[in-house]
T-cell receptor, first 115, second 119 residues
Framework: AQKVTQAQTEISVVEKEDVTLDCVYETRDTTYYLFWYKQPPSGELVFLIRRNSFDEQNEISGRYSWNFQKSTSSFNFTITASQVVDSAVYFCALSEAGNFNKFYFGSGTKLNVKP | DAGVIQSPRHEVTEMGQEVTLRCKPISGHNSLFWYRQTMMRGLELLIYFNNNVPIDDSGMPEDRFSAKMPNASFSTLKIQPSEPRDSAVYFC?????????????????FGEGSWLTVV
């Protein structure tokens, strides 16, 4: 079974729409970390956020927000008022207490924001 | 602050040639990772080092691949001989294992990648 599932392969929205990218994870550890990375068309992988399993407080950074819910094992990412520059592939990832160096990446969600 | 630095950014080589990819991790980071990304397989961890020592190389495809980390600020990934199926983007990344570092301990920071094409 996949440790991190990003069921949405590709999403297309029109600029200024809100969009939520889903991430569901699976782990038996009580201590773990969740991450989101952005890969724009230029190809680099950019770190966006890290959340530990003991902190379920939602986080907001500008137009970005993250909703961490342990009850549903989800760590969803919402972009408010999307812009063309948000077009990218977004990866969710998990690392567990057993080995924090081993990251489990989801397959990514490609977001297309059209003008 | 300087991020992870990789070279070359792009390389086109002929099958059978040796390819060497280079990486300079973020200063102060003690873990270094080599990932490969392809459309078919997504992001794959090839090998990672902790304090310059290889810890897990189970992702290295075969004996044609080798990686070294002679010191804390430099690592290489070598493919010899290269084959067309090695064409991919190779990412180097680094992290610190100090979990007390606010919001970034154990976070992996990636370089810009080395785009390898073997023809």
């Amino acid at each position: 079974a996949q440790k991190v599932t990003q069921a949405q392969t590709e999403i297309s929205v029109v600029e200024k729409e809100d969009v939520t990218l889903d991430c569901v994870y699976e782990t038996r550890d009580t201590t773990y970390y969740l991450f989101w990375y952005k890969q724009p068309p230029s190809g680099e992988l950019v770190f966006l956020i890290r959340r530990n399993s003991f902190d379920e407080q939602n986080e907001i950074s500008g137009r970005y927000s993250w909703n961490f819910q342990k009850s549903t094992s989800s760590f969803n990412f919402t972009i408010t008022a999307s812009q063309v520059v948000d077009s990218a592939v977004y990866f969710c990832a998990l690392s567990e207490a057993g080995n924090f160096n081993k990251f489990y990446f989801g397959s990514g969600t490609k977001l297309n924001v059209k003008p | 602050d300087a991020g992870v630095i990789q070279s070359p950014r792009h390389e086109v080589t002929e099958m059978g040639q040796e390819v060497t990819l280079r990486c300079k991790p973020i200063s102060g980071h003690n873990s270094l990772f080599w990932y490969r990304q392809t459309m078919m397989r997504g992001l794959e961890l090839l090998i990672y080092f902790n304090n310059n020592v290889p810890i897990d190389d189970s992702g290295m495809p075969e004996d044609r691949f080798s990686a070294k980390m002679p010191n804390a600020s430099f690592s290489t990934l070598k493919i010899q001989p290269s084959e067309p199926r090695d064409s991919a983007v190779y990412f180097c990344a680094s992290s610190t294992s100090d979990l007390t570092v606010h919001n970034s301990g154990n976070t992996i920071y990636f370089g810009e990648g080395s785009w390898l094409t073997v023809v």
